[in-house]
C-alpha cells in the first residue's frame, strides 16, 4: 500500500508590518481533519499539524494517522513574498536555498495556493516530493481548510480541516463561550460503548482519533461536534488566587492572581438525578490564563479533574455535597483518581493506550510558567492537587430532586462558590522516588457568572499533557 499524507502547509502572506493577513495574526496554531484517498483501496487517514507562522514565515510539523497509528511525520519551512501583482505571492522553499516551489492567490477573505516540496519522513525515513494545492478562509481564532488536494510520492487524495491558534486573550475565549446563551440544557450523547470496544480491540475509530488530539492540541477551541466523554457541561467565569507559601513553583506561588475558565461536566448522557438510575460521573476542567491583563493573548494551561469517584458513577443528589445527614459534607476533585470498579479499570486500560497512567493528569505546566506567562527556573511542581468546596451547600426542592446538574449549578449566585485550592502532593525527581506527601491549603478557585451554550460544550478544548512519569507512583 502506498504511503499518504496530508502535510497542510498553510502558506499566510504575512508582511512584517503588520504580522497578520485576513484577520489570522501571527501565533502558533494547532488542528487537523480527515484524509481521504481518491484511489479506493486506500484507507481514510487522520492528520494532526502544528505550525508557527511569523513574520511571513510558516514552519510546519504534520503527522497522518491510520488505525490510529502515527504512520508519517514531515516537517518545513516556507516563507511567502509579495509578487509584482497585487494579492499574488511567491512560495519559497527555506530549507532548499530559497527555492521558489509554489505560489499563493488571494481575494475576497480566502486565499489558494500550490506548492511543491521535498521532505523528509521522519517516521518511514525516505524523503519524498509532495505537491498542494490548498484553499483557506480565516474563522474565530483560526481558519479552515477546504477543497484540498495533494500528491504524495504518486498516491492523491483529497482533505478538509480546521486550525486554532494557541494564544487567545481572556476576553476573547469568555466572550465566545458566553455569546449565545442557552435557556435550557442541551442534550448531547457521548461515548458509545461499542465504540469503545472497536476501538480497544481494533485499534480504530473515532475514538481513538479524537483522543489523540486531545493530548496533542493546545488550542482552546477544536471543531463544533459533541465530547465523547463529558459531552454535557456548564461553563463558568473564575478566578485563581494563591494566598499562601508552599515550594511550589510558577502559578501556584503565593500571591498569584490570575483568570480562569471553568467547565463543570458529566462523563456521560447522563445529567439528571434519578433515585433508581445509575448514577452520575462528575468531573471539571479549568483553563488558565497567565496574565494580569484580560485582554492581552496568550498560552493558556489547563487541569483536568474527576471528583474522588473517579471513572465511577456517584448517586448523590448535587454535585458539590454527599447526601450525608448533615448535608454539607464537601466531595473533593482531584487530578489523580484511581478507578475502582472493573468498568473504570477497563476505560483507565483503554486510555492508557494514549498516555500512561491516564487516572493521573498532570499539574506541572501550572508550574512552568508565572503569572506573567514567564518560564519558570527550577520548578517545583505537584503531583497531585485537589478542589474542595468551600460555601453554603445549595439546597434542592424536594418537588424537583430529579434535576440537571447543569440547572443545580445555573441557580447558585455569581461568586457564592468558592473552592479551596490544596496541594496533597509534590512529583519526585525522578521515578524511583516516592512521592511527599502533604496536606497544604495554599488559594481558592472563586467561580463567577455561569452560562450554558453550544460553544462551552462542542468547541471548548482543554489540553491534556502528557505525564513525565510513565508508572504508578506512591
Not at 498542494?132 to 495533494?150: A, K, M, V
Not at 521515578?431 to 506527601?437: A, G, Y
Not at 468547541?459 to 491534556?464: C, K, R
Request: hydrophobic residues 35%.
Amino acid at each position: 500500500m502506498k504511503t499518504i499524507l496530508l502535510f497542510l502547509l498553510v502558506l499566510l502572506p504575512v508582511s512584517p508590518a503588520n504580522a497578520a493577513t485576513l484577520g489570522i495574526p501571527d501565533g502558533i496554531y494547532d488542528g487537523g481533519g480527515s484524509l481521504k484517498p481518491l484511489n479506493k483501496l486506500e484507507p481514510q487517514l487522520t492528520f494532526t499539524s502544528h505550525r508557527i507562522i511569523k513574520n511571513g514565515t510558516v514552519e510546519a510539523y504534520s503527522s497522518a494517522y491510520l488505525l490510529g497509528i502515527k504512520i508519517i511525520s514531515i516537517a518545513a519551512r516556507l516563507q511567502m513574498v509579495p509578487d509584482q501583482i497585487q494579492n499574488e505571492y511567491k512560495v519559497l522553499d527555506l530549507d532548499h536555498n530559497r527555492k521558489q516551489v509554489g505560489e499563493a492567490f488571494c481575494h475576497d477573505g480566502s486565499c489558494n495556493f500550490t506548492a511543491r516540496v521535498s521532505v523528509d519522513d521522519k517516521v518511514s525515513g525516505p524523503k519524498g516530493e509532495f505537491y498542494l494545492n490548498e484553499t483557506w478562509t480565516p474563522i474565530d481564532h483560526g481558519f479552515r481548510l477546504s477543497e484540498g488536494n495533494q500528491i504524495y510520492k504518486g498516491t492523491p487524495a483529497d482533505y478538509n480541516g480546521e486550525f486554532y491558534s494557541q494564544d487567545a486573550s481572556y476576553e476573547q475565549v469568555r466572550d465566545l463561550v458566553f455569546e449565545a446563551p442557552l435557556k435550557s440544557p442541551p442534550k448531547w450523547e457521548g461515548i458509545d460503548p461499542k465504540q469503545v470496544m472497536n476501538a480497544f480491540f481494533l485499534r480504530t475509530g473515532e475514538i481513538v482519533d479524537r483522543s489523540h488530539a486531545t493530548f496533542e492540541s493546545e488550542s482552546n477551541f477544536r471543531p463544533a461536534r459533541p465530547k465523547l466523554l463529558h459531552p454535557v457541561g456548564i461553563c463558568a467565569e473564575a478566578e485563581w488566587h494563591i494566598t499562601t507559601s508552599s515550594k511550589a513553583t510558577g502559578l501556584f506561588r503565593k500571591g498569584t492572581r490570575v483568570p480562569a475558565l471553568i467547565r463543570f461536566s458529566a462523563g456521560t448522557s447522563d445529567s439528571v438525578y434519578l433515585p433508581k438510575g445509575p448514577g452520575r460521573i462528575f468531573g471539571l476542567a479549568v483553563k488558565l490564563f497567565p496574565t494580569h491583563n484580560e485582554s492581552e493573548p496568550v498560552e493558556t494551561v489547563n487541569i483536568q479533574m474527576l471528583d474522588h469517584y473517579g471513572f465511577d458513577r456517584t448517586k448523590r443528589k448535587r454535585y458539590f455535597f454527599e447526601d450525608s445527614e448533615s448535608g454539607d459534607t464537601p466531595v473533593f476533585f482531584t487530578n489523580v483518581a484511581p478507578a475502582e470498579s472493573a468498568f473504570g479499570k477497563a476505560l483507565a486500560t483503554f486510555f492508557d493506550r494514549f498516555d500512561k497512567p491516564n487516572f493521573s493528569r498532570p499539574v506541572y505546566p501550572l508550574a512552568q510558567i508565572d503569572e506573567h506567562g514567564n518560564k519558570v527556573e527550577s520548578e517545583v511542581s505537584p503531583y497531585e492537587i485537589r478542589l474542595i468546596p468551600n460555601f453554603k451547600p445549595n439546597t434542592i426542592d424536594p418537588e424537583h430532586e430529579n434535576i440537571d446538574f447543569r440547572t443545580e449549578l445555573s441557580e447558585l449566585k455569581p461568586g457564592s462558590v468558592k473552592m479551596d485550592i490544596v496541594i496533597q502532593s509534590y512529583e519526585p525527581k525522578n521515578e524511583t522516588e516516592n512521592l511527599e506527601m502533604v496536606n497544604e491549603k495554599i488559594g481558592t478557585l472563586e467561580i463567577g457568572k455561569m452560562v450554558l451554550s453550544n460553544t462551552c460544550d462542542l468547541n471548548l478544548h482543554f489540553n491534556h499533557p502528557f505525564n513525565r512519569f510513565k508508572k504508578v507512583l506512591h
